[in-house]
């Protein structure tokens, strides 16, 4: 995303987005997540509002998470976005090329095991009614690994702004490594058929690609998890 498309950005209502429905989020989502994250679908997808975000919308979390991951996750949270939730504002000048300014991401809080189950529990609840994510779509047809890593790397170019790898690719995007085991498959899959129908505004470009296509980058995503496991 070019700067010049956010020189007139200004102040987001981000906290009132929040407000919608705030009654039916359940009270530890509010306490320990609420500063942070839409748990109620936000009335607006404007450019101010995804500028100002600062984590990714969680209303839909129960349509995209695997729930036993969260748990461990929020005990002890790993970075999963190495760039934050929008790269421009955690980047500056290097010798060579752009890097991250680490000193600009603030650190997700720890949770005690028992809010993390409770906080676990409560985002599971939260799913979409639109129909968003296509059930069943995923159809777990293994990909061989070295078939997977060429869609990824060079056909679809999704490591550009992802890393399957650590310490290789995009650092602009969620690391993919541990996908598979943070994201439900089908959440994948349909996050990857069209970004901008699930989180509007995103910069992730929606691919010109087949269903077979899609079917193999997702699987070499959730196959990811099991082959770093093995490290």
């Given at each position: 995303?070019?700067?010049?498309?956010?020189?007139?950005?200004?102040?987001?209502?981000?906290?009132?987005?929040?407000?919608?429905?705030?009654?039916?989020?359940?009270?530890v989502l509010q306490s320990k997540c609420a500063s942070c994250h839409?748990?109620?679908?936000?009335?607006?997808?404007?450019?101010?509002?995804?500028?100002?975000?600062?984590?990714?919308?969680?209303?839909?979390?129960?349509?995209?998470?695997?729930?036993?991951?969260?748990?461990?996750?929020?005990?002890?949270?790993?970075?999963?976005?190495?760039?934050?939730?929008?790269?421009?504002?955690?980047?500056?000048?290097?010798?060579?090329?752009?890097?991250?300014?680490?000193?600009?991401?603030?650190?997700?809080?720890k949770l005690a095991r028992e809010d993390a189950e409770a906080a676990?529990?409560?985002?599971?609840?939260?799913?979409?009614?639109?129909?968003?994510?296509?059930?069943?779509?995923?159809?777990?047809?293994?990909?061989?690994?070295?078939?997977?890593?060429?869609?990824?790397?060079?056909?679809?170019?999704?490591?550009?702004?992802?890393?399957?790898?650590?310490?290789?690719?995009?650092?602009?995007?969620?690391?993919?490594?541990?996908?598979?085991?943070?994201?439900?498959?089908?959440?994948?899959?349909?996050?990857?058929?069209?970004?901008?129908?699930?989180?509007?505004?995103?910069?992730?470009?929606?691919?010109?690609?087949?269903?077979?296509?899609?079917?193999?980058?997702?699987?070499?995503?959730?196959?990811?998890?099991?082959?770093?496991?093995?490290?």
């Amino acid at each position: 995303m070019k700067p010049y498309l956010f020189a007139a950005i200004g102040a987001s209502f981000f906290a009132t987005s929040l407000a919608v429905h705030a009654a039916d989020v359940p009270a530890v989502l509010q306490s320990k997540c609420a500063s942070c994250h839409a748990l109620t679908k936000p009335e607006s997808n404007s450019l101010d509002r995804l500028w100002e975000r600062k984590g990714p919308d969680l209303h839909y979390a129960g349509n995209k998470f695997n729930k036993e991951w969260l748990v461990e996750w929020l005990q002890d949270p790993a970075k999963i976005r190495p760039a934050g939730e929008f790269y421009r504002k955690h980047v500056k000048p290097g010798t060579k090329e752009d890097v991250v300014d680490e000193s600009s991401l603030a650190p997700h809080p720890k949770l005690a095991r028992e809010d993390a189950e409770a906080a676990a529990n409560a985002l599971m609840t939260l799913t979409d009614p639109d129909g968003l994510i296509e059930k069943g779509a995923f159809k777990d047809q293994k990909v061989a690994m070295s078939m997977g890593a060429m869609y990824f790397n060079k056909l679809r170019g999704c490591a550009a702004c992802h890393s399957a790898v650590p310490g290789k690719g995009g650092l602009s995007g969620p690391e993919m490594a541990t996908a598979g085991k943070r994201l439900q498959p089908d959440f994948i899959y349909s996050y990857i058929k069209d970004p901008q129908k699930i989180d509007k505004g995103v910069w992730m470009p929606k691919l010109d690609i087949s269903d077979a296509d899609l079917q193999k980058l997702t699987s070499y995503i959730v196959q990811l998890s099991a082959k770093e496991d093995k490290k």
